[in-house]
C-alpha cells in the first residue's frame, strides 16, 4: 500500500438504499475532495457495480471492483450469519483491512453483524476488553461537539468496561476532536455522587479518588441535558443508554427542522423573515443534521471499521468517507494503547474491586 495514498474499504452492497447511495456518496466526496490522495475498494455484486459506475466516472477512475457474491440482510441475525459470512461484501471488506491491502472500512449494513465481525477479524486493542460504537453528537455553541459511547454495541457493562470506554473516549476527543484535557462525565439519572445503580456509583468512587492522576478531566456524573448543554466533552455510558440518546438526538433534529419549515408555510411574513435568516438556517441545519455525524467508528480495534446509518443517503455516505479518511491519517490505536497501559493499575484496582 503506498504511503502516500489511502485506501478505503466500501461494503457496497450494505444499507437501505444500497449502491445508489453508496456510489452517489463516493462522487459527492471526490467532487468536493479532489482525486488523488483517497481511493477505495469497492466489495459487491460486480455486474451491478460496473453498470453503476458507467454513470459515475470519477469513482470509476479512482476504485477498484472486488466481486462479492453473497449479501448480508438487515435482518439476518448475528450467529447464523458467522459462519457463512466469508463471501458477504461486509466481511471481504473487513478482511481487506485485517490484509492490509485497505486502512480503513466503511458499512452501512447490520450493525450487531458488522461490530462481530469486525472484532472477530480486526481483534482489539491491547488492554481494552470490549470496543464501543462512538461519535461526535451536536453539543454547545458553534460547532462544538461532544463524543458519546457507547452508542450501542454493549448492552451490559461492568465498571471495567466502562473504564476502558473512558480510555477510548478521551483519546478519541483529542485525536478526533482537537480537545486537550477533555472533561469526561458517566452518564446517570442525577449529578449527586448517590444517585443511579451500584456499578455507576462504584466506578465514580474510584474515578474521584483518582482524579488526579487521570490524563482527562474527570467531572463525575452527567445528565442528559448537560449533553446539549456542552457542559462535558466526552460521555460515558452503556451501549442500551447510549443508543437511546443518539436516537433522541436524531429524532429531537429531524423535529426542528419539520417544525422550522412548518411555520414558514404558515405565514409570507416568515418567508420573508427567513429570507434575512438564511444564513442562521444553514449553520442550525449544519449542527443538527444527523447526516452531518454519519459516520461512527468501532473504537477500540486494531483496526478502523466505521459504520454509517443503514438509511444514508448519498450525503451521508459522503461525510462518512470523509470522517473516515480523518480517522486514517490518525496515530488513534497507538494512542489508545499506550493510554490503556498508563491507565493499567487503576484498571487493576477496579477489577479486584469487583470480585
Known amino acids: 500500500m503506498s504511503n502516500d495514498k489511502k485506501i478505503i474499504a466500501i461494503d457496497a452492497m450494505g444499507g437501505d438504499k444500497g449502491p445508489n447511495a453508496v456510489l452517489g456518496g463516493m462522487n459527492q466526496f471526490l467532487y468536493q475532495h479532489g482525486e488523488g490522495d483517497i481511493s477505495f475498494r469497492l466489495f459487491g455484486d460486480e455486474k451491478k457495480m460496473r453498470r453503476l459506475l458507467a454513470k459515475y466516472p470519477r469513482v470509476s477512475r479512482n476504485c477498484e471492483v472486488i466481486h462479492a457474491p453473497n449479501v448480508i440482510k438487515p435482518t439476518d441475525k448475528v450467529m447464523d450469519v458467522l459462519r457463512h459470512a466469508q463471501d458477504t461484501s461486509m466481511y471481504m471488506a473487513i478482511k481487506d483491512v485485517r490484509e492490509g491491502k485497505s486502512t480503513a472500512v466503511i458499512s452501512a449494513g447490520n450493525t450487531g453483524i458488522l461490530m462481530s465481525l469486525s472484532k472477530l477479524a480486526l481483534k482489539t486493542i491491547d488492554g481494552i476488553s470490549r470496543p464501543a ?40 476527543a483529542e485525536v478526533v476532536g482537537h480537545m486537550p484535557k477533555p472533561k469526561l462525565g458517566i452518564l446517570n439519572i442525577g449529578s449527586e455522587e448517590t444517585k443511579g445503580n451500584e456499578t455507576l456509583v462504584h466506578l465514580n468512587k474510584i474515578l474521584s479518588a483518582h482524579k488526579d492522576e487521570l490524563p482527562y478531566d474527570y467531572i463525575g456524573f452527567v445528565e442528559g441535558n448537560d449533553i446539549s448543554a456542552g457542559r462535558v466533552q466526552v460521555v460515558v455510558t452503556d451501549g442500551f443508554t447510549g443508543n437511546i440518546v443518539l436516537k433522541t438526538v436524531e429524532g429531537t433534529a429531524k423535529l426542528i427542522k419539520r417544525v422550522v419549515v412548518e411555520n414558514f408555510k404558515k405565514s409570507i411574513l416568515a418567508i420573508i423573515g427567513a429570507f434575512f435568516l438564511v444564513h442562521v438556517f444553514k449553520r442550525l441545519k449544519h449542527k443538527i ?8 467508528t468501532f473504537l477500540g480495534l486494531r483496526g478502523f471499521a ?8 448519498a450525503l451521508a455516505f459522503a461525510n462518512s468517507i ?14 489508545i494503547e499506550e493510554r490503556a497501559r498508563s491507565l493499567a493499575q487503576i484498571r487493576e484496582e477496579i477489577k479486584k474491586q469487583d470480585l
Open 289 to 296: 443534521d444527523p447526516r452531518s455525524y454519519a459516520g461512527a
Open 133 to 172: 460504537i462512538t461519535t461526535m453528537l451536536p453539543s454547545g455553541a458553534g460547532d462544538s461537539r461532544v463524543v458519546v459511547l457507547d452508542l450501542g454495541a454493549n448492552v451490559h457493562c461492568d465498571e471495567a468496561i466502562l473504564f476502558d470506554f473512558a480510555v477510548l473516549g478521551s483519546v478519541y
Open 322 to 335: 470523509h470522517y473516515t479518511a480523518g480517522l486514517s491519517t490518525t496515530n488513534l490505536n497507538g494512542l
Open 306 to 313: 466505521v459504520k454509517t446509518h443503514g438509511n444514508s443517503d
